[in-house]
């Protein structure tokens, strides 16, 4: 009868440590303490461990494949970043494996866990929300211990040690309240559908920052966390509408600034002659909404295009001391549209 061959993750599982720690007490690194080594050699001994070498020469060859972890494809913003990673990776001869974690932890993990056997090179990804909301980020942490690199965009771990490429977010929402009161406005509303988000944070604190540039009061009723139902956005937004006085809006993404834009419409409101309405990525329902939204743009592709730059760059680099990891942030700009008035 044929035994089940012993694998480093049999190992890992025996001594509750991770793939990584086992690897390195196996090539005796220096990393790892005597007395965990000597336990892990010992044991890896008993059981006739062999190193899998197919599995170490696929590991040790480059695939000229990268590994693409998107939470949700439908949203416009991610397509986009999608688009600008394709562009490069193609320019560079890199093929590509897109997978979607639709915003799960579990399938986050196995995802990763699944492309971590030699299939690609390096991965590019945005945290899943549930990954978020558990704090857990010990499977980015072990790919990169393993000597894969990740690229983060837009959504981020702060703890994890590798490149990054963000949007300003607290700046850009700050900026756009600049351009609201400028415009005439003074009570504005901010509306978020990604409040359990670092980036809906930073969007928020942006906002209440900006109207602290103006000196202008801060009402509690006019910051608006709803969840990402979009079919219950006006039947929510349509009371609160009712009893303040709102006379514009910033909405974190697109479908909840146009439900914002139909219920204003529908208390009598003139848009953009006195209500605005400001949405945060710059998609298709923005540029075909009526009247068309003026939007602040995240610039998607150059998002895509900085990650896939920074991981090909990182994964060509043959010098022996590797470069510190980076973060780069992205600008955004505000494309003006018919939805707000202009600033004479």
Avoid at 33 to 39: C, G, I, L, M, Q
Avoid at 293 to 308: C, D, F, K, L, P
Avoid at 314 to 335: A, Y
């Amino acid at each position: 009868m044929n035994m089940k061959r012993l694998t480093i993750k049999d190992i890992a599982k025996e001594f509750n440590v991770s793939i990584s720690t086992v690897s390195k007490a196996l090539n005796d690194s220096y990393e790892i303490s005597v007395s965990t080594k000597e336990k892990i050699q010992k044991y890896a001994k008993a059981n006739n461990y062999k190193p899998n070498f197919n599995a170490l020469s696929l590991k040790n060859r480059q695939t000229k494949t990268i590994g693409i972890i998107i939470p949700n494809m439908l949203n416009y913003f991610f397509a986009q970043v999608f688009n600008g990673i394709e562009k490069i990776a193609n320019d560079r001869g890199y093929k590509i494996i897109s997978c979607i974690s639709n915003e799960s932890f579990k399938k986050e993990v196995e995802t990763i866990e699944m492309l971590s056997n030699g299939s690609i090179d390096g991965f590019i990804l945005s945290i899943a929300e549930e990954t978020i909301s558990k704090s857990n980020f010990n499977h980015f942490q072990e790919v990169i211990d393993n000597g894969t690199p990740i690229v983060m965009f837009d959504r981020v771990a702060d703890n994890i040690k590798c490149d990054k490429v963000v949007t300003d977010n607290f700046d850009s929402a700050r900026s756009t309240v600049a351009y609201l009161v400028k415009s005439g406005h003074q009570n504005i509303a901010f509306i978020s559908t990604i409040n359990n988000l670092e980036i809906g944070r930073r969007r928020q604190l942006g906002y209440l920052k900006g109207l602290e540039d103006f000196n202008i009061k801060v009402e509690k009723n006019l910051i608006i966390n709803i969840d990402d139902n979009y079919k219950n956005y006006e039947k929510v937004l349509e009371p609160i509408f009712k009893s303040n006085n709102i006379d514009s809006v910033i909405a974190t993404d697109e479908s909840s600034a146009i439900a914002a834009m139909k219920v204003a419409i529908k208390k009598g409101h003139k848009i953009p002659k006195n209500f605005s309405v400001i949405s945060f990525s710059n998609g298709i329902l923005a540029r075909h909404s009526s009247p068309r939204m003026t939007t602040v743009s995240q610039h998607g592709e150059i998002m895509g295009a900085t990650a896939a730059e920074m991981l090909i760059n990182r994964l060509e680099d043959k010098s022996e001391i590797k470069k510190e990891t980076e973060t780069v942030i992205v600008k955004t700009d505000l494309v003006e549209r018919n939805s707000t008035k202009k600033i004479l």
